[in-house]
């Protein structure tokens, strides 16, 4: 089982829309959780991050948190083409590696 | 303008020859991953340092790969030999040790013919 799997995608959605990420993770002590977003040939960013059960919200993003079901979510709300890349889940199973899930590809329809 | 520098950002080489990948990390952070990122495996972590030390390099195939921190401003993945299965992008990353945000350098594409 790999540490952290994510909804394969990929995931079109039409502008304005909202779209919907989800992310499991196999250990259950780990703390912090991360959502990353790559744009085509570019690397990796941070965009939200998210330590306790429930939600957080910033901007257009909102992050789930359920730790009982080790389950992570990211909700884009009225999405935009700028939106269109990967989106990866990532999980800091110990105070040091932070773990990424293989991604969900966003594509937002004009 | 505080970011992670990587060389080479391309780097075609050929079965069996060596390869070396270096990366700048942002100055006072102290801990450095490397990551390696292909379309079938997504982003694979192979090594990471925390103030020059290895701490985890079990990602890693031990009988081509190494890495190393000679010192604070420069961490070296180098592969020998080098095969075709790893053609992949090469992500450097630091953080300020704990922090919350990993930073990602701009990667090295890597292809082996």
């Known amino acids: 089982q790999k540490e952290v799997e994510q909804n394969s995608g990929p995931l079109s959605v039409p502008e304005g829309a909202i779209a919907s990420l989800n992310c499991t993770y196999s250990d259950r002590g780990s703390q912090s959780f991360f959502w990353y977003r790559q744009y085509s040939g570019k690397s990796p960013e941070l965009i939200m991050s998210?330590?306790?059960?429930g939600d957080k919200e910033d901007g257009r993003f909102t992050a789930q948190l359920n730790k009982a079901s080790q389950y992570v979510s990211l909700l884009i709300r009225d999405s935009q083409p700028s939106d269109s890349a990967t989106y990866l889940c990532a999980v800091k199973p110990d105070d040091y590696k932070l773990s990424f899930g293989a991604g969900t590809t966003v594509t937002v329809r004009a | 303008d505080a970011r992670v520098t990587q060389t080479p950002r391309d780097k075609v080489t050929e079965m069996g020859q060596e390869v070396t990948m270096r990366c700048q990390p942002i100055?006072?952070?102290?801990?450095v991953f490397w990551y390696r990122q292909t379309m079938m495996q997504g982003l694979e972590l192979l090594a990471y340092?925390?103030?020059?030390?290895?701490?985890?390099d079990s990602g890693m195939p031990k009988d081509r790969f190494s890495a190393e921190m000679p010192d604070a401003t420069l961490a070296t993945l180098k592969i020998q030999p080098s095969e075709p299965r790893d053609s992949a992008v090469y992500f450097c990353a630091s953080d300020a040790g704990g922090g919350e945000e990993l930073f990602f350098g701009e990667g090295s594409r890597l292809t082996v013919l």
């Open positions: 100055l006072g952070h102290n801990t």
């Open positions: 998210i330590y306790s059960n």
């Open positions: 340092f925390r103030n020059r030390a290895p701490l985890d």
